[in-house]
């Protein structure tokens, strides 16, 4: 439905989305070890950075594709809340939703010119705030936590001019508003690069700029000089060093060239394991993953590293060549760290309920009642298995009372919502001992639920409650 993301083979084959419903997405960037984050555009000022969580669905439209956010507003929702449906089950977390702009281009930068203060920095250009953003993620959890701040601005005092969610008029054509950073990327000398362009107003398909000119800026400490180093990709050596690179392009020539070495480059690889840089120790993870038993064996070996993101990257790649996922899931389906575990919960969307069943309901009791990165991972590995989930979680871990579920269980139920819960979430939303927020959310459950049943539930909820519950109620009669 939708923008979306879709990952593939470098000859254009195995073409996979891992990421839809976007409104309009400009760039996915994929870090070493493998988490894509991206930024997304509004409709009105609800702009946002987020990571993309495999298979999320970032909530633009309805999930039948029908409806625009607009259309499913319920009473009540703030337009972001509203916009990117963070009260619906089935959507992803929205990430850092800072209101209106026009993002464009973004890069991770995991080495380089800027030291290690910035290694894991995250940029993202914002032309319509005259701004790059930068975050430094750190992990929060199944998700990552993004605090924002100006990496480069000219506008600093936030006077915005030019941009729709101004009114897109043309007001002073000062230096402040004509800097519009259209796109960032790291070079092979490892400074960061900005492109720019001059214009006085930026999005809805207008430019005020008759020169068409700009500006591309190198960001560097003082009394830098560029220099990008000569690699040879014809020698094992040259290749390592290539890996190592700041600049994606050549990482990837570096790649390639290290896979066509063959066993001659697996004990250079493997030395890369104890790097000093972890993005570097992820990458020669991918590599040892595709250089037959003596690496699929490395990589295995780094399962029990007491690092949680090594963890994850040797999970990913032991994945993505099918090696042993469901052995592997068995075991890091208990794993201390959410991450890891949502990539299990991840890796189950299309395993079968008799393969996945027991290992769904063994994350099923990781959940800690709070982590909606967690809860949608796990709802999306029950995908096609929500009812019989549903059935084995509700006797093994909820009640057959459903006044008595406990504040995790209500939500994971409240993902799952087969038809066979209604009953159960009629129950809630009638409830006059529930908190108003619990009962809101059983009735969004009920919406949810296209069956007859479940429609003369939220009638029963309009007749007989009280407050918000009483209020939405009609809505989702109107509306579904």
Known sequence: VGGFAARMNPDGSGVHIIGHNFR???EQSVTSFGDVFQNDNDDPPACRTTFLLEYGNAGFCSADGQRSWGADRRPGQSIPVAEWRQEDPGTMPPGDVYGGGSPTGLTFYE???LGRKYRGLLLSCEPGRNTVFGYLPKPEGAGFRLERFDFVTSNPEGEFAGTDFKGGKN???????????????????GAIYVADWFDARVGGHADWDETTSGTIYRIAPKGFKPKVPRVDLGTVDGAIA???SPAVNVRGAAQAALL??????FKPVARLLKDGNPYVQARAVWLLSQMGPDGIARVESLLKDRNPQMRVVAFRALRRQGRSVLAHATTLAVDPSPAVRREVALALRDVPWASSGDLL????????????TYLEAW???ATGKESALYDRIKSELGSADPLRWSPAFAWLAWRLHPPQSVPDFLA???SDTLPEADRKRALTVLGFNATGPAASAVLDVAARTDKGARAEAPWWLLNR
Do not use: I
């Open 428 to 430: 809630r939303a009638l």
């Open 24 to 26: 309009n997405s400009y």
């Open 379 to 381: 709802g999306t590995g």
């Open 171 to 189: 007001e002073e054509r000062e230096l402040k508003t004509l800097f519009r950073p259209s796109d960032v990327g790291v070079g092979a000398d």
């Open 111 to 113: 080495d380089g010119a």
């Open 242 to 244: 290539g890996l190592k």
């Open 260 to 265: 066509a070495q063959g066993s001659a480059a």
């Open 361 to 372: 309901v063994t994350l099923a009791r990781g959940f800690d009642g709070q982590d909606r």
